[in-house]
């Protein structure tokens, strides 16, 4: 269930042709303003032009708004506030989604004073309009603003976040004088042939001419750390997920080792328990290899029949993890079990079953096992040495055991005091919300103040 998790997040390729060549660009900034360095910041409407006019090493380069806008969508039934992102038309040709029902804007409508259009997600499509393949051309009612539906996209198409309920052409002007207000993400699709590293030295020589589009010298003092970072979408969409699932992952797999421990403990004291029909199969002619062998597919019997039993209660172990997973992390409506896990969790029980079950294997063939014979009886015993084994297995089982039990008292440690941590005024009963008048009703600061009054 855990590695359906990794392996769906952090492992499987993004739903977009061609992935390996998504990058999102950034220029750099000094970590004091606040903005991480090594993610870069966002573009002005001038820095986004001097980008795509001029760069060298993307095949496409589009921008689109990082942070999400909730509007009102009226005029079909009970008013519903929606997630709205903007993005321009090589954002979408980067991305090289085609949409489900009807078709991407045109040149025109993501122009300045263009047609208003909007395209839905599959979600909103279904929830909102019943799914009609009847809604191209329909026109809709956002914040006040008609527009008119010229597409449907895809089921899973969740660009730029799982959030996103429709798309807007942001219309940006290429005449524009704003190079002080940084909104637009930027994502490209590297050219063939192009390296990471030859794109961030082209987007880097970009930085060092924002001189010619009216950034002074105060930027580069100040704000702008003079780089730029081109990096894979797949680190951007993965984000900051990728180390608390690895740790997850790490701690399965201590788990997994204590419970082959333990059944390596539990088979040594079965293989003494059968030393002496292990001897007389010797005594007749079987070699230790063929008595090794033996154990070996016991164990792996043993482990293959755990892991199909792994893989039932893993559907409902990966819904439940999927239930109450963080809304943060990055595609979770993707998870579930696939023919990786099942891949895995063979190739993991093959393992399993090997490891727990070499020891039995070879007490099994050891030359000791004749003694059992002169022995003459199961309550004999071979030495010190299996008990040994078995000793270390315990020791390791209960250190592997604290440890983990250490790390997730810390955990339940830090989370208790992140609970308690005093925010400075009573939440109990406290409740928010948002309001949002529309512009084309409420039209001045008058009428404003008498609807929040009322």
């Known amino acids: 269930a855990i590695f359906s998790v990794v392996e769906n997040v952090l492992l499987r390729p993004l739903a977009y042709p061609n992935e390996d060549r998504l990058v999102r660009v950034a220029a750099t900034v000094y970590e004091s303003t606040g903005a991480r360095g090594d993610r870069g910041n966002t573009f002005s409407d001038r820095g986004y032009w001097h980008f795509l006019n001029n760069n060298r090493s993307f095949e496409k380069f589009g921008g689109y708004n990082g942070g999400v806008t909730q509007l009102p969508l009226t005029g079909d039934g009970s008013p519903r506030q929606v997630n709205r992102y903007g993005m321009t038309l090589p954002a979408f040709e980067v991305l090289g989604m085609s949409p489900e029902l009807g078709r ?28 009609d393949p009847a809604i191209l051309g329909r026109i809709l009612t956002l914040d006040g603003t008609p527009r008119e539906v010229i597409g449907v996209m895809p089921a899973g198409f969740d660009f730029p976040s799982p959030d996103a309920e429709l798309w807007t052409t942001l219309r940006l002007n290429p005449a524009s004088e704003n190079f002080g207000g940084h909104y637009i993400m930027a994502i490209a699709r590297l050219a063939p042939g192009v390296t990471m590293d030859a794109a961030a030295a082209d987007a880097r020589s970009l930085v060092a001419r924002f001189t010619e589009i009216g950034y002074g010298p105060a930027w580069f003092e100040g704000v702008s750390a003079g780089g730029a970072v081109v990096r894979p979408f797949r680190d951007y969409v993965v984000g900051s997920a990728r180390e608390p699932l690895l740790i997850v992952l790490g701690i399965v797999g201590f788990v997994l080792l204590i419970a082959c421990s333990n059944i390596a403990n539990l088979l040594l004291v079965r293989a003494e328990s059968r030393r002496q029909e292990n001897a007389v199969r ?12 033996h154990m070996l597919i016991e164990s792996a019997i043993l482990a293959l029949l755990g892991g199909v039993v792994g893989v039932l209660l893993a559907y409902a172990g990966t819904s439940a993890l ?28 093959t393992l399993a079953g090997m490891l727990f079950g070499v020891l039995p294997a070879l ?27 078995r000793n270390t297995l315990v020791v390791t089982q209960v250190a592997l055991a604290f440890a983990l039990v250490i790390g997730s008292g810390l955990m339940v440690r830090s989370f208790d005091a992140l609970r308690s941590v005093d925010p400075g005024f009573l939440a ?27």
């Open 322 to 349: 999927v239930a109450i997973g963080p809304t943060n992390i990055p595609r979770l409506g993707e998870i579930g079990i696939d023919g990786a896990s099942f891949a895995f969790t063979a190739v993991v029980a």
């Open 282 to 293: 010797m005594a007749l002619g079987a070699s230790r290899g063929r008595l090794a062998r």
């Open 104 to 131: 991407l804007p045109t040149p025109e409508e993501d122009a300045p004073n263009g047609p208003l259009v909007v395209l839905l997600s599959h979600e909103l499509w279904s929830s909102q309009y019943g799914a």
């Open 363 to 389: 007490a099994a063939g050891s030359s000791k096992a004749i003694g059992a014979l002169r022995d003459g009886g199961r309550n004999a015993t071979l030495g010190r040495a299996p008990q040994r084994t």
């Open 428 to 454: 109990d009963g406290v409740l928010t919300f948002n309001v949002r008048p529309l512009p084309t009703k409420y039209t001045g600061p008058e009428a404003l103040a008498r609807f929040y009054d009322s």
